[in-house]
């Protein structure tokens, strides 16, 4: 029904308490702790709140401080004695003697492996300024989140997933950080936060795969920032059975894919050219071999009834189908799924999804039987962490050239004893069938 103070409302010299009034009584039930149903912006002490019949109380620790633009937001957690549940936030903004500057920094605050919005997630904008205030928002359930009326200055935003409710940022908890400027009191910012959890340990090296003879990917057990340079990253191959093949490019499985991409590209090309070449020289060679027939059509003399005699070289109209037919070329082996069963979406900000798999190309092709090890280094994850990589074993199996089969197992005899039939096969046809065959 109404609040105090009221909404826009310049109140200078307040305390508190802030008080949300409503239209009947309300429910003291409520999930979680109180302090988790009501935000304050900025952050200048402790809150107390508390249930009355019919309003939510809100107080401050040390009292609301003079000179601030107040953003209260009671969530929608309350209830009525029937059940019946707020349905929206409700934002009471005042102020203790700041001047309102509709400012808006906004955005989403989304998962960097997933791409997804993350919910719930608490954003702080930390002030660079004197003062250091603490300006509050959560995100909703899409992962978006909205902070407004700041004073203008330079800000850090801090996003996280307080997984445990202590209001610290923990080892484990889900973190993303932006810096961004308010520079005029009517700014609108839109300023998405990618958010990861942290992660002190290198990328280790999983398991290795040959997608051809001179193709090997490699899988790891963390991803990779798809954006990252990976020039320190260095492959090699060893095997007991004699040389092994130096590796000439190493590429993310992004990577790997558009290069995939531009060389089937490439190849369609090729062919469609090949196969023009070929239609031309055999419709060149077509249209000679009908000139030279029809030369030797005129060379041929009439006899005395006037009938052509033929030439004593036998005329024959040859059609040609052109050069020998080249097969297709093979485009690169293309790789299967996605590593980690990540989503393969474009992310929020543009960017690519990030990667698990590293692919490395070969300068020649391994040699069926012989088992390489391959040693992987300088591998850096996606959350900055060096000296990732590690060992695997890799085998190219042999293909055998011909299946043997026994010819006693292709004797099948005949148990049912039965001896042929030496009659006549009369084959039944349906009437309309019989009609239209000739007699």
Do not use: C
């Not at 929608?76 to 549940?85: H, K, L, S, T």
């Not at 610290?168 to 958010?195: C, K, W, Y």
């Not at 790789?335 to 990667?355: I, M, N």
């Amino acid at each position: 029904m109404r609040t105090e103070p009221d909404t826009f409302a310049l109140v200078q010299d307040f305390g508190g308490p802030v008080r949300f009034h409503f239209d009947e009584r309300i429910s003291e039930r409520v999930e979680g702790p109180l302090d988790d149903i009501v935000i304050v912006s900025p952050v200048t002490g402790e809150l107390q709140v508390s249930l009355g019949r019919g309003s939510v109380t809100v107080d401050v620790e040390g009292g609301f401080r003079a000179d601030k633009v107040y953003r209260v937001t009671l969530l929608p957690a309350v209830r009525d004695m029937f059940g019946n549940q707020l349905r929206d936030p409700f934002e009471l903004v005042f102020s203790t003697g700041a001047s309102f500057s509709p400012t808006v920094v906004a955005g989403l605050v989304w998962d960097r492996i997933s791409g997804d919005g993350v919910e719930p997630a608490e954003v702080r904008a930390i002030t660079e300024s004197a003062d250091s205030s603490v300006f509050l928002a959560k995100t909703d359930t899409g992962g978006v989140y909205a902070l407004r009326y700041l004073p203008r200055g330079t800000y850090t935003l801090v996003a996280f997933q307080d997984r445990n409710a202590d209001g610290v940022v923990d080892p484990m908890e889900t973190l993303g950080t932006q810096r961004t400027i308010v520079e005029s009191p009517s700014d609108t910012v839109f300023l998405a936060i990618p958010t990861l959890v942290r992660d002190t340990t290198a990328a280790r090296l999983t398991s290795a795969e040959i997608l051809d003879s001179v193709t090997v990917v490699v899988e790891l057990d963390d991803y990779l920032d798809p954006a990252a340079p990976i020039d320190a990253v260095e492959a090699s191959l060893a095997s007991d059975s004699g040389a092994v093949p130096a590796v000439r490019q190493i590429l993310l499985e992004s990577g790997y894919a558009a290069w995939v991409e531009d060389v089937t590209d490439s190849l369609v090309r090729l062919d469609s050219l090949d196969a023009l070449v070929r239609d031309t020289e055999a419709a060149q060679a077509a249209e000679a071999a009908a000139l030279e027939t029809q030369e030797r059509d005129t060379l041929a003399a009439p006899d005395s009834t006037g009938a052509a005699v033929p030439d004593s070289a036998t005329a024959v109209l040859a059609v040609p189908g052109g050069p020998e037919e080249v097969p297709s070329r093979s485009p690169p082996p293309t790789l299967s799924g996605t590593a980690g069963g990540r989503d393969a979406r474009p992310r929020p900000d543009g960017s690519d999804p990030p990667v698990r798999r590293i692919v490395l190309l070969l300068e020649e092709g391994l040699v069926r039987g012989w088992t390489y090890e391959l040693t992987l280094t300088g591998v850096v994850n996606i959350n900055d962490v060096p000296e990732g990589g590690g060992r695997a074993d890799l085998l190219l199996e042999v293909i055998a050239d011909t299946v043997t089969v026994d010819p006693d197992s292709m004797t099948v005899p005949d148990t049912l004893g039965v001896p042929p039939d030496t009659g006549a096969v009369a084959l039944r046809l349906p009437r309309v069938l019989r009609e239209r065959l000739p007699r």
